[in-house]
């Protein structure tokens, strides 16, 4: 086995990349940024977009690998529409083709998201692969839709297994996203009354490795599938002593409109109903395959982020307690 990974250096790419290599399997690492290093044999980097269809291609055909893991995405850092679509559906088109091509090839894993799914008011628990996608004006989740339709309209090799992960928020020890959801959530002493019940989940990244090691193993395993976590946490059990304000929605809009356009944070505007309604993944399907059991409740990857976050920063952090241990068992997915 020897993987290919765009998108190395984004905080699921390490991640995942450090996972493998620890297992003495071959990783070829793809960003643009400028270096990485993994200090390993096993490891090597090449500074390279998804947009450089001639680069990537002298890469795979170097390299020859067998699985391509496809995480590269702008995620909101890119501000102009025509460039992010450029990357986010130009780059994966261009991912699919090399793939294609290349015929030591023999899985292609895309990372999707469950913001594809939207936030709805009528979203139903556990929502399954199945259920319709409705990323609304969201265009993160929209892209991550419409590549999804690509990769399996596709006319592509019988012996190329393609395999799209809608993935819930991924944390742990590793956890560096700025500007992001889940740090407002550990971070600000202020949080909107319409987040107050609302559900998250959030799968520990030791779950994300081991289940995407799983994957990569499996040379049958082909379509889409929920990664998540088979729980899930209500915000106010997560940090009880948090303070809640209410500000109309349209109030709301317009302050992250504001901070969205001073670049203080990095969510759109249109993903405030992502925060407020709720997206809880049914694992259902992946974990059957594998007969997988979790290691981490979704409380208990948060627990784990907020005490790597608290190893940074002790004076930010000191005052967030522990939720109840009956919360989870409220919020366990029901047995299939």
């Not at 130009?90 to 290349?102: P, R």
């Not at 998540?228 to 106010?236: T, V």
């Not at 925060?275 to 059957?288: E, G």
């Amino acid at each position: 086995m020897k993987v290919l990974i765009t998108g190395a250096a984004g905080n699921l790419g390490k991640v995942i990349t450090q996972h493998l290599i620890s297992r003495n399997i071959p990783v070829i690492g793809i960003d643009t940024n400028n270096h990485m290093d993994h200090s390993s044999d096993n490891f090597k980097y090449y500074k390279c977009s998804i947009t450089e269809e001639q680069k990537m291609n002298n890469i795979f055909e170097k390299e020859q690998p067998s699985n391509v893991i496809h995480l590269a995405a702008t995620f909101n850092r890119v501000r102009n529409r025509k460039t992010e679509m450029e990357i986010d559906v130009g780059g994966s088109e261009n991912v699919l083709k090399i793939s294609n091509k290349i015929p030591s090839v023999k899985q292609l894993i895309y990372s999707s998201s469950a913001a594809a799914y939207g936030g709805h008011k009528d979203n139903p628990l556990w929502l399954n692969e199945d259920h319709e996608l409705r990323p609304g004006n969201y265009r993160y989740g929209i892209i991550k839709k419409m590549v999804e339709s690509i990769y399996f309209g596709a006319n592509t090799r019988k012996d190329l297994n393609i395999v799209s992960l809608r993935i819930c928020s991924v944390v742990g020890p590793s956890f560096n996203k700025k500007r992001c959801a889940i740090s407002i959530l550990i971070n600000s002493k202020y949080l909107l009354e319409q987040w107050k019940q609302n559900k998250i989940q959030l799968l520990h990244e030791d779950d994300f490795n081991h289940l995407i090691f799983n994957i990569l193993k499996d040379g049958k395993i082909h379509g889409k599938y929920n990664l998540a976590p088979d729980s899930f946490s209500q915000i106010n059990e997560l940090v009880q002593e948090k303070k809640y304000i209410k500000i109309p929605l349209s109030m709301i809009l317009i302050i992250l409109w504001v901070l969205w356009y001073l670049r203080i944070l990095n969510l759109r505007p249109a993903s405030l109903k992502q925060s407020i309604y709720p997206i809880v993944l049914s694992p259902t399907k992946l974990i059957s395959t594998y007969f997988y059991k979790f290691k981490y409740s979704s409380e208990e990857a948060f627990q784990a982020t907020l005490k790597y976050c608290k190893t940074q920063d002790n004076k930010r952090f000191n005052s967030i307690p522990s939720s109840s241990p009956k919360s989870y068992q409220q919020h366990v997915r029901p047995e299939p």
